[in-house]
């Protein structure tokens, strides 16, 4: 049974909520303080009840990267530069120079190295 209040020419749906105003369409069943009410509500999280979310750490850009990377590949490759620290340094000055991070800009040397390679291959 809907809530129903005469008003000059007509019948108009009363708040289910408050019972007091008018809803703001004949199709609602809240007035328009009851809705504003409703959506400053704070919602329940989504998930499992009683579980807490994870917390989402803010990007770190190339750490993240290499972080996923190394999290998802089974194959690592450890470089020790101990007696190679000129051409670490110049990993890192290379690598500062085009904004990346050293992982990153030795597996950018080597993917153009490689293909270079295969190009020098095919143009023979």
Known sequence: MEPTTTKGEGDVKVCETCKQKPTIHPNSTECASCLAKRSHKK????GEPGKALPKRSPRTGAKDYI???EARAEPVI????DKHED???QVERLA?????SPELQIIYMLKEHLNAVQKGVDAR
């Open 87 to 89: 051409i670490l340094e």
């Open 78 to 81: 450890t470089v020790r530069f």
């Open 96 to 100: 500062d120079e085009q904004v990346r």
């Open 67 to 69: 972080d996923r990377v």
């Open 43 to 46: 919602k329940p999280a989504k």
